[in-house]
């Protein structure tokens, strides 16, 4: 199998651990092992006595059991768990998708949702646009009805949004449940930012509305435990977890013992793990808002119902890569211009999750006066 290169990851590769001010990350905050341990009585003697065996492939049960509890209407045997969620998004679309097969996935998105289709021979892709609608971004719904074919096996979505934000209403996730269902195809639902709503409507996993469609999830993002590296998918499709989870056996095989252990331990304290990673996002939000509003002639700010992550445009006449990319050579701030995403268009993508963005929004700030930016 030949596969295109992961730009952003390839992006990443060059900055992610060198560039001091980090201003795009997608993961929220992490903490220590010994900090998540303190979460829960007991864990920390239990897991010195973790014992590092194989384990199931399927995850361990009772992880499995524990992120079952997050859903509506899920039980232990409609989990399968991964290595991260870039391991079960490739899994996935590997077993799905044959020559001659079409999908649809909605752009930009991580590019893994798209990549594998592009490296089947004979399997067309196409695009459903988030577009620029101003201070946000939309979607329509009809572009999407309009794309679909009898060939279309699978509609790959993520939402909230990477890079734009944009994130489905609750009546928006029945809307596209009810779409995939009329003409059968497989809804792929990419939710590793779930969990982090600011508008106050907490949306729904979308495998609990459609009985052909897989939600994934994952500790790295909304969680901030990315180093756990374990993800999962949901569905109550059985029989495609069946089938996905025997090219599992070609890749990790299992998890890691000590990640599913802290992973059930996270999980326990979900409720609170997601405040400390949305109180973040907010209060970082309010400073984003105020730069924007100081440099308005800049950059055009788009609105955030729900995650980390946001896709603003820039306003100058310059190149929005040559632009991030002076910004992290003069200046050590990493931003993620638009295409990385394959994207025309000056926009790049903001990451508010992080304890480091107050220190490194001043340090843009410095890099706009330092470089003759502003007025
Ligand atoms: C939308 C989306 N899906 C999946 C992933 C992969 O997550 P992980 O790194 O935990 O495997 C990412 C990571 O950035 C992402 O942004």
Not at 73 to 87: P, T, Y
Not at 95 to 109: Q, R
Not at 181 to 205: A, C, N, P, Q
Not at 252 to 269: G, M, N, Q, T, W
């Amino acid at each position: 199998m030949k596969i295109n290169d992961f730009k952003l990851e390839c992006y990443f590769g060059l900055y992610e651990f060198t560039a001091p001010y980090l201003l795009t990350q997608s993961d929220c905050e992490s903490m220590t092992t010994e900090e998540l341990l303190a979460m829960e009585p007991g864990a920390k003697e239990d897991y010195l006595k973790q014992w590092l065996g194989y384990t199931e492939t399927w995850g361990d049960p009772a992880l499995r059991e524990v992120i079952a509890g997050l859903y509506q209407d899920m039980k232990a045997e409609n989990i399968l768990v991964f290595h991260g969620a870039q391991e079960a998004i490739f899994a996935y679309m590997n077993v799905m998708l044959n020559p001659g097969d079409h999908m649809i996935a909605m752009y930009p998105n991580y590019q893994s949702a798209y990549e594998v289709a592009n490296s089947v021979p004979d399997c067309a892709f196409s695009k459903w646009w988030v577009k620029d609608g101003g201070d946000k971004w939309v979607i329509d719904f009809d572009e999407l009805e309009g794309l679909i074919q009898p060939n279309t096996k699978v509609l790959a979505i993520n939402s909230p949004n990477n890079p734009t934000g944009y994130t489905f209403t609750n009546e928006e996730i029945r809307r596209l449940c009810k779409i995939c269902k009329d003409h059968d195809i497989y809804l792929f639902s990419d939710e590793v930012y779930k969990g982090l709503e600011m508008d106050g409507e907490t949306r729904d996993w979308m495998a609990d509305h459609y009985e052909g469609c897989v939600s994934l999830g994952v500790m790295s993002k909304a969680y901030g435990l990315a180093g756990l590296r374990v993800g999962w998918l949901a569905s109550k499709d059985t029989e495609m977890l069946n089938k996905v989870v025997k090219f599992k056996h070609y890749m990790s095989i299992c998890d890691s013992a000590p990640s599913e252990f802290l992973s059930k331990v996270a999980l326990k304290h979900s409720d609170q793990l997601l405040k400390r990673s949305h109180d973040l996002i907010v209060e970082n939000i309010k400073l984003a808002d105020q730069f924007f509003e100081k440099y308005a002639y800049l950059f055009e700010k788009k609105e955030i119902s729900c995650g980390p992550v946001a896709f603003h445009k820039l306003l100058i006449d310059m190149p929005v890569d040559e632009f991030c990319q002076m910004a992290v050579d003069k200046k050590g701030v990493l931003l993620l211009p638009a295409g990385i995403y394959d994207m025309e268009g000056q926009y790049f993508r903001m990451g508010y999750g992080r304890k480091g963005v107050p220190e490194a929004l001043e340090k843009f700030e410095e890099f706009l006066i330092e470089n003759g930016f502003t007025k």
